[in-house]
Each structure stands twice: as structure tokens, then as C-alpha cells.
């Protein structure tokens, strides 16, 4: 353990463990344990208590993602149009969603407060590395779901579908696989009609 400890617990790398228990009988049982170190991201407006929030979400993200929501949701394949026409595929957005955990070091979470007319929940801007979550008097965020959301718009779901298909589309195809790991949410949410 000496080695591990020393050359690769950095951020921004994925360990697993795996113990096998055997007794005198032969009787064996093993357990696997896989953790990723994430570095913090950057944040800008946003109260300790909201920082706080951000990473539990992320942590969230990391779960839902080692859980498998995507990798098993295969019915994605004939119902998002981007993996159905061949212009994504769901290991490569799980592939560039775990690059991106990875590197939260460069991604800047701002918080902004709006009033409720304004309120998106939520936004990223192509071609940058910030990605905006708002609050309103009425309405907050749902972290998880929305950070989420943004890192699926981040990864694929963007102006490089433009070619193929419109705004509106590249947007509900990006909600329908965050949907997929965020069953609970509702089908409406406030600002995102």
C-alpha cells in the first residue's frame, strides 16, 4: 500500500481495490472498492455553503456514473438521434464525462442569483470552461441534475451537432440523456421549456 499511497492518489485518477478473504475451509469471498480522486473545481460568486453543495453533486455525478446509468441505458442508442445516426456514442459521452471529473481543476462553477423571470437553472457557454447555476427566490437549482446536464451539453450535446440537427433538438436530446440518470426529475422544469 506504501506505493499507492505514494504515486497515484493524485487527483484526477480512479483506483480500485480488490480483497479476497479465504478461511481454512477454502470458503472464499471477495469485495472490489473503486474510488476516484477528483480535484476541486474553481468557483466564482458562490458562498461556502453552495461550494459545499457543488461538490456533493459532483460526488453524486461520479456515483450515478461508476453505477453504471449510462453504460446500461442502451435504449438510448435508438431514441437520442446523435447515437441512433452515428454522430456520438454513449462510451464516448461516458468517456469525455469522466475526462471532464477528472479535470474539474479547470472547469469554474459560477453562482449567480436572478430573479425568478430569469431563472434556467442552469447554463454553459460553448467554448468555455464555466458553466453558470442560478438561483432565484423561488426556484434552485437541482445541483446534480443540472451540472450533469451541462457536462452532457459540454461533452457532445453542443454547436458541433449544429450540422444535423437544430437548437432545440441538440438541447432535448441532451436533456433526454440526463434524464436517464435523473428518473425523478420532472418532465418540466422551470426555465427549461
Not at 442502451?74 to 469522466?98: E, K, N, P, W, Y
Request: net charge negative.
Amino acid at each position: 500500500m506504501e506505493y499507492a499511497a505514494a504515486h497515484g492518489m493524485e487527483t484526477g485518477s480512479a483506483w480500485s481495490w480488490t480483497v479476497l478473504a479465504e478461511d481454512h475451509r477454502g470458503r472464499s469471498e471477495r469485495a472490489t472498492v473503486r474510488a476516484w480522486f477528483l480535484p476541486h473545481p474553481l468557483f466564482d460568486g458562490c458562498s461556502r455553503g453552495r461550494r459545499e453543495e457543488i461538490e456533493e453533486a459532483l460526488l453524486e455525478i461520479c456515483g450515478l456514473l461508476q453505477q453504471g446509468c449510462l453504460m446500461r441505458a442502451a435504449g438510448l442508442d435508438h431514441s437520442v438521434a446523435a447515437f441512433r445516426d452515428g454522430h456520438l456514442t454513449r462510451v464516448q459521452l461516458i468517456d469525455d464525462m469522466a475526462r471532464q471529473l477528472w479535470n474539474l481543476h479547470l472547469i469554474t462553477f459560477r453562482c449567480a442569483d436572478v430573479a425568478d423571470a430569469d431563472w434556467r437553472g442552469g447554463l454553459w457557454d460553448e467554448f468555455s470552461n464555466q458553466i453558470e447555476l442560478q438561483w432565484s427566490p423561488s426556484h434552485r437549482p437541482n445541483l446534480a441534475y443540472l451540472i450533469f446536464h451541462e457536462l452532457v451539453q459540454k461533452v457532445g450535446f453542443n454547436g458541433d451537432l449544429s450540422a444535423f440537427y437544430t437548437d432545440a433538438q441538440i438541447e432535448s436530446q441532451a436533456r433526454e440523456v440526463a434524464r436517464t440518470c435523473f428518473p425523478q426529475i420532472p418532465h418540466t422544469i422551470p426555465g427549461e421549456e
